[in-house]
């Protein structure tokens, strides 16, 4: 079993719908960095956060350290959004990544 | 613009080849990474560089050479690859090792033949 789990793994949407996707670990975190991955494979950090919430456009990412749980949240999602979200834990002054949650939005 | 470059993008090569990846990072960062990242797998570390010191070898096979002339510039020396080895690999950097936000570059789709 993974120590970063992601769920679900796939995700399809119709543009303008509100996507929730969620990340649970089981070891002790200092941190916890959501990424994207578009076709192609480069990798971009949308947030890194270690508590609270943090809002970016129509992203917005939470994260509640007692129940071991993130979300990534996608207002408004438009097929530009389309692509693997990863999220990944700091455990010990490494990131631990989960499998990732693909995304495809459809207009 | 991620500030973090791979070249080659696209690598094909036998068995027997010797190839090298390189990663630049123009942001001024201390820290250097190199993942590999598998079909359906999570990202997987495979080094870390800190003030272009090795201080993490992620039980890597030694047909992975890597190495970090300076704090810009990192390689990933490949020789006598398996077909297993095929993969997205994939650079990043950090201000510091630890925790700290991470950059990637775009990845080098290694497909060894």
């Known amino acids: 079993k993974n120590e970063v789990e992601q769920s679900p793994q796939n995700l399809t949407a119709q543009e303008g719908e509100f996507i929730t996707i969620n990340c649970s670990y089981s070891?002790?975190?200092?941190?916890l960095h959501w990424l994207q991955q578009h076709p192609g494979g480069g990798i971009v950090s949308l947030f890194m956060?270690?508590?609270g919430k943090k809002k970016h456009g129509r992203l917005i990412a939470t994260i509640n350290i007692q129940e071991k749980h993130s979300s990534l949240h996608i207002t408004a999602s438009h097929p530009r959004d389309s692509a693997v979200y990863i999220c990944?834990?700091?455990?010990?002054?490494?990131?631990?990544f989960g499998t990732g949650t693909r995304l495809q939005v459809f207009p | 613009e991620t500030g973090v470059t791979q070249t080659p993008r696209h690598l094909v090569m036998g068995m027997t080849n010797k190839k090298s990846l390189k990663c630049e990072q123009h942001?001024?960062?201390?820290?250097m990474y190199w993942y590999k990242q598998s079909a359906k797998k999570p990202l997987e570390l495979m080094f870390v560089?800190?003030?272009?010191?090795?201080?993490e070898n992620n039980s890597v096979p030694s047909r992975f050479s890597p190495e970090c002339p300076n704090s810009s510039h990192l390689f990933l020396h490949l020789h006598t690859l398996q077909p297993e080895d095929s993969a997205l690999y994939l650079c990043?950097?950090?201000?510091?090792?630890?925790?700290?936000?991470?950059?990637f570059g775009p990845g080098t789709r290694l497909t060894v033949t």
């Open positions: 942001l001024g960062h201390n820290a």
């Open positions: 990944a834990a700091y455990n010990t002054d490494k990131l631990i």
């Open positions: 070891v002790g975190i200092s941190a």
């Open positions: 990043a950097s950090s201000q510091e090792m630890g925790e700290a936000e991470q950059y």
């Open positions: 560089y800190s003030l272009e010191e090795r201080v």
């Open positions: 956060l270690s508590s």
